[in-house]
């Protein structure tokens, strides 16, 4: 059954000046103004209960569903956000937002200082993923709502809605992480950081003040490239490319022979074409220095909460492994949370998260309509 | 206890030249002369009947085992080679050479081209790990040698163990290849393929003629990265570094703060010393292209053959899976030959073929000991 798109949506924008509004980083920096893009899809109930966070992952955006006007491709999960999907926007507000230091739209390296009216480059100060969700904090209160129905992410987003958890459990009914760590470990930084390498190591990235004229693009594409890898299985890929030879195969000696180089130089190629160097760099160092534990155990932290949480891993995800996710829905038992945990047995890696929609739909929706009735319920107390 | 060494050694160097010694590579192309690098150890014996080929992996050379003259650190695989070690040099005749194409003696990119008296740079042809073994085999029969005991490798060293099998089966008496495939999976060659990217991607690589000026160092140290993070496993990558921070860490927004991210940087930093470039692009192309099983299935191509097979893999391999071993082992058997498989428990990942000398000692010792008898009661036949 093809079930319906939400047509053509718009990106908004949300701007907090000056203080007391300036953000205070978890640094100890301060930011302003800062502006924060979101999309919203569906209604906001009378009595502002019925909505929904999604948290974007590293190269994602506020387009999570919908198409933009003029353009082919819906949003990043447009699979999972519309009417009578997962999220189903006839019963839920949606709201998605890109994140602090991203490249569409919100605040991040690439924009306007208003203390020196140049591009702040690497004057940009480092962000946390808390950071990142205290200006969706700002967001929701801003559009009225006291409490989400849920924040839900994978990846990156998944960070999120476990920083949510441990900032503000008071303001969410639940949480829904995907495919994510409580921390990254060794090997995940190691990735990141030839990422991080790669761009750095590209002449024109200029230490960062590259806007007036060529970006970094082919260490970003480099960059780019080593997630792929990591996004995908050997056996997806294995599955989709095989030891398969292009055919336009140039005479190039290091020509990409194989379909696998070729898919990897084009995603690389396409990437550089949205995606801003800086704000990788920011990004990424934003998840190798997230620690949900900190300075005490997730169960202790956790403990009491009335928050209803759901984990998802997959099976062949082998850069957020089961066993990260099996660390979460530990700490969640042990601090005596409702928790619930399913792995998917998928063979599309960390890319299943944006590709299982019909599993997903499954844990979601069931999931998602028991916290709402509750919620209500509380509610009407 | 303490094993030997075998105290100071010295590469040596073997040149074939002109036709009809030229050589004529898989792809139909010449190259001569050709300057192959080798060091042994221990004594060939009157009859010229115990003597081991070593193949190294895409960053190994020909000093396996000792310490040049000068030097503090042994060759690569010391723990392996020398008096009473797995390797036995009392015992043993023991060689190993540099690979065509490589950069540590043998000819390469980087060598003259006679025909121009400037570096090949790119014109240098394309090479095949058959064209490594057809080298190997020239040296061979130059030291007198009609049959080895057997040829043993890691990794790419594993490949070239397998070409021997398909090209030169009645040369060799056996044939133990190490944490190998019998080709390369589309992961495998993206990995490869990234790297050749980075190098590919900075500017002092100048479509590979850069030798009278700056090496593309930054791009190969890259390149370097992303293969040691596909050597360790996530495990021991959690053991050596955690999430440690470094002490010495800068002010600098996107300084290697983790200890995992400057070890990264030092093996890259390291690498660009002493490897070549062009090298690392034709030895991992010649990897990516290699496929033993070609025209037809291995156990055809087998058939019949009186070689002695050792198969071994390492549980955390997670760039060259026990699967793939496997599948050699499972080729092997269908071909009827005499095969073993064992897979070490260990956590080291891909550089377990490296560091498990032990457990490798137990195989090796035995499995040779038998081949040498074996082989010397045919002799007598």
Same mark, same amino acid.
């Given at each position: 059954?093809?079930?319906?798109?939400?047509?053509?949506?718009?990106?908004?924008?949300?701007?907090?000046?000056?203080?007391?509004?300036?953000?205070?980083?978890?640094?100890?920096?301060?930011?302003?103004?800062?502006?924060?893009?979101?999309?919203?899809?569906?209604?906001?109930?009378?009595?502002?209960?019925?909505?929904?966070?999604?948290?974007?992952?590293?190269?994602?955006?506020?387009?999570?569903?919908?198409?933009?006007?003029?353009?082919?491709?819906?949003?990043?999960?447009?699979?999972?956000?519309?009417?009578?999907?997962?999220?189903?926007?006839?019963?839920?507000?949606?709201?998605?937002?890109?994140?602090?230091?991203?490249?569409?739209?919100?605040?991040?390296?690439?924009?306007?200082?208003?203390?020196?009216?140049?591009?702040?480059?690497?004057?940009?100060?480092?962000?946390?993923?808390?950071?990142?969700?205290?200006?969706?904090?700002?967001?929701?209160?801003?559009?009225?709502?006291?409490?989400?129905?849920?924040?839900?992410?994978?990846?990156?987003?998944?960070?999120?809605?476990?920083?949510?958890?441990?900032?503000?459990?008071?303001?969410?009914?639940?949480?829904?992480?995907?495919?994510?760590?409580?921390?990254?470990?060794?090997?995940?930084?190691?990735?990141?950081?030839?990422?991080?390498?790669?761009?750095?190591?590209?002449?024109?990235?200029?230490?960062?003040?590259?806007?007036?004229?060529?970006?970094?693009?082919?260490?970003?594409?480099?960059?780019?490239?080593?997630?792929?890898?990591?996004?995908?299985?050997?056996?997806?890929?294995?599955?989709?490319?095989?030891?398969?030879?292009?055919?336009?195969?140039?005479? $190039?000696?290091?020509?990409?022979?194989?379909?696998? =180089?070729?898919?990897?130089? #084009?995603?690389? /190629?396409? @990437?550089?074409?949205? !995606?801003?160097?800086?704000?990788?760099?920011?990004?990424?160092?934003?998840?190798?220095?997230?620690?949900?534990?900190?300075?005490?155990?997730?169960?202790?932290?956790?403990?009491?909460?009335?928050?209803?949480?759901?984990?998802?891993?997959?099976?062949?995800?082998?850069?957020?492994?089961?066993?990260?996710?099996?660390?979460?829905?530990?700490?969640?038992? $042990?601090?005596?949370?409702?928790?619930?945990?399913? =792995?998917?047995?998928?063979? #599309?890696?960390? /890319?299943? @998260?944006?590709?299982? !929609?019909?599993?997903?739909?499954?844990?979601?929706?069931?999931?998602?309509?028991?916290?709402?009735?509750?919620?209500?319920?509380?509610?009407?107390?």
């Amino acid at each position: 059954m093809e079930k319906k798109s939400l047509g053509v949506v718009k990106t908004q924008y949300f701007t907090f000046a000056n203080p007391p509004d300036e953000l205070k980083l978890e640094s100890g920096a301060r930011l302003g103004p800062v502006t924060i893009a979101y999309e919203t899809y569906g209604e906001l109930n009378k009595e502002k209960t019925n909505a929904v966070l999604i948290l974007h992952a590293l190269s994602g955006d506020a387009h999570v569903a919908g198409f933009h006007e003029g353009e082919k491709d819906p949003g990043w999960w447009d699979s999972m956000v519309g009417p009578e999907k997962a999220f189903d926007t006839n019963k839920y507000f949606v709201i998605c937002s890109n994140i602090l230091g991203g490249c569409a739209g919100s605040t991040g390296p690439s924009s306007i200082n208003p203390r020196t009216n140049k591009t702040y480059c690497l004057d940009f100060p480092i962000v946390s993923i808390g950071d990142m969700v205290e200006c969706q904090k700002r967001l929701i209160e801003y559009l009225g709502i006291k409490k989400l129905l849920t924040v839900v992410g994978g990846s990156m987003g998944g960070m999120q809605a476990l920083a949510w958890l441990v900032k503000y459990p008071n303001k969410i009914h639940s949480a829904i992480p995907i495919a994510t760590a409580m921390r990254h470990s060794p090997q995940q930084i190691a990735f990141d950081e030839v990422g991080r390498q790669a761009i750095m190591a590209d002449p024109c990235w200029k230490d960062g003040d590259y806007y007036g004229g060529a970006h970094p693009a082919k260490g970003l594409a480099v960059a780019r490239m080593i997630g792929h890898i990591t996004y995908m299985s050997d056996a997806s890929m294995a599955d989709k490319f095989g030891r398969q030879k292009k055919k336009d195969s140039e005479q $190039f000696k290091f020509t990409a022979d194989f379909e696998v =180089e070729g898919y990897l130089r #084009y995603r690389g /190629d396409n @990437f550089v074409k949205r !995606f801003d160097a800086n704000s990788y760099l920011y990004i990424t160092k934003a998840m190798d220095n997230f620690d949900a534990t900190r300075s005490k155990p997730l169960q202790e932290v956790w403990k009491g909460l009335k928050v209803k949480v759901l984990v998802i891993a997959f099976k062949s995800d082998w850069l957020y492994p089961a066993y990260q996710s099996k660390e979460i829905i530990k700490a969640c038992k $042990f601090a005596g949370l409702e928790a619930s945990y399913c =792995e998917i047995d998928s063979t #599309y890696g960390h /890319d299943a @998260f944006l590709l299982e !929609f019909e599993e997903e739909t499954h844990l979601v929706k069931h999931f998602l309509k028991k916290v709402f009735s509750v919620s209500q319920n509380e509610a009407k107390l």
